[in-house]
């Protein structure tokens, strides 16, 4: 099934992208008609439905080991993607959304053979009007932070997703470290890309329920979900992994004090630890014992053909045996729009580490990376990035430099 689903994305999307890049007027009336054909509406207009989809394809060429979420020993990795989006609109407060994706895992690799699921669904309630208050239940992306609103390949100038979102720490989630010793040499050795843990794992999907709304120049938001931010996707989805622990709390405040600034702050605070660790603990000890704190300022800037984001972020974990170890990871990113068609994008990327408890020694390796891009539009449903990644740790280097990405992105 999983190879079927690979060549069959692979196929479907190089059908796509024929059809897509063509600037005859018979190519673009096709792709015009069968977007019409995507939605619908009721008579009276009380159910409105409308299926999009948007497929991308992605060739990494990295430094072995390959740094973050990408999941290969090759020097080259190709990635397609389909992806497809369904909302129902019920009347004027009620709304379904669905998200699924074919592809080779959730992080490039991390399923080779291909992989199909429901990355997102959810149901939303409208309870005021002007919108100041929304009930969301389902699974969906995090409300931390202001990276999982621009983490769909359309939407994010770059290619992959900025450091404390994508690098992996030695935090593991499905077993405890043996002793503070054993927890201390993880810094030494290339990310254990099967075990470790990112800050936030991507866009955090994870089940749960949300109120969220804006007043005025506000935004809230808050949530209760099934696992920690830095829980890996396949603990996301609550009708498969359950509630294996006291859910995580995340809440969001946003500020807008211009049209051209967005200011906010997050926190989130839950327990971390999968249930495959529990026979890794201390005696005595639970799941709930141990948990992931983190604290994000966000702020974002756009005027004219200028755009900048950013974000500073903490997070403290409680390690079994270890105690509570710190991480201040942060990013800054730029991105120039030269005309209509091209835009080139910089993003700097930076982790600070902290001391194991009762030593001298940080638990990993201060890293540095630079992310610079640019961007094509073809048309109104094409576009093409090209990025180079370098990174640098403090100290002797475990993993790769240097890394290359060509992605295409199509939507319908």
């Not at 709304?95 to 592809?103: K, N, W």
């Not at 690098?167 to 405890?176: D, F, K």
């Not at 936030?200 to 808050?222: H, N, Q």
Request: some cysteine; overall charge negative.
């Amino acid at each position: 099934m999983k190879h079927f689903a690979s060549r069959s994305v692979c196929g479907i999307f190089a059908l796509w992208i024929a059809l897509s890049c063509q600037s005859d007027a018979i190519a673009q009336d096709f792709l015009a008609a069968l977007d019409n054909k995507l939605s619908y509406a009721s008579a009276d207009g009380g159910v409105r439905a409308n299926l999009s989809l948007m497929g991308d394809l992605t060739l990494f060429a990295a430094d072995q080991p390959a740094q973050g979420l990408l999941f290969t020993t090759s020097d080259t990795f190709l990635a397609p993607r389909l992806s497809a989006f369904l909302d129902v609109q019920i009347g004027d407060r009620l709304l379904l959304h669905g998200q699924a994706r074919a592809d080779r895992g959730f992080d490039p690799g991390a399923e080779s053979s291909g992989d199909v699921r429901m990355d997102e669904y959810f149901l939303q309630y409208r309870a005021s009007s002007a919108g100041q208050l929304n009930l969301r239940a389902g699974k969906y992306a995090t409300v931390f932070g202001s990276w999982a609103p621009r983490s769909l390949a359309w939407e994010n100038p770059l290619i992959t997703a900025p450091g404390p979102y994508d690098t992996l720490i030695p935090i593991t989630s499905g077993a405890a470290p043996a002793s503070p010793a054993a927890f201390a040499t993880r810094r030494d050795v290339p990310a254990v890309k099967a075990t470790w843990s990112p800050i936030i794992w991507g866009a955090a999907y994870g089940t749960g329920a949300a109120v969220l709304g804006r007043i005025g120049d506000f935004e809230y938001a808050a949530e209760l979900k099934n696992v920690a931010l830095s829980s890996p996707p396949d603990t996301w989805d609550g009708l498969d992994y359950g509630f294996q622990s006291r859910p995580a709390t995340t809440l969001h405040l946003g500020y807008l004090p211009a049209p051209e600034w967005t200011l906010g702050a997050s926190v989130s605070r839950g327990p971390y630890l999968q249930d495959s660790a529990r026979a890794s603990l201390p005696g005595g000890a639970s799941l709930n014992d141990f948990y992931q704190t983190t604290w994000g300022l966000d702020a974002g800037y756009a005027h004219r053909d200028w755009q900048v984001w950013s974000e500073l972020i903490h997070a403290a974990f409680d390690v079994p045996r270890v105690g509570q170890v710190n991480v201040l990871s942060g990013y800054v990113e730029v991105r120039y729009k030269i005309n209509a068609e091209f835009w080139t994008v910089v993003r700097a990327n930076q982790s600070w580490f902290g001391d194991v408890p009762g030593s001298s020694t940080s638990w990993d390796r201060n890293m540095t990376s630079v992310d610079v891009g640019v961007g094509y539009r073809v048309n109104a449903r094409t576009q093409a990035k090209f990025q180079y990644g370098f990174s640098r740790e403090q100290g002797p280097q475990n993993e790769g430099n240097h890394l290359l990405a060509l992605q295409l992105v199509v939507r319908l």
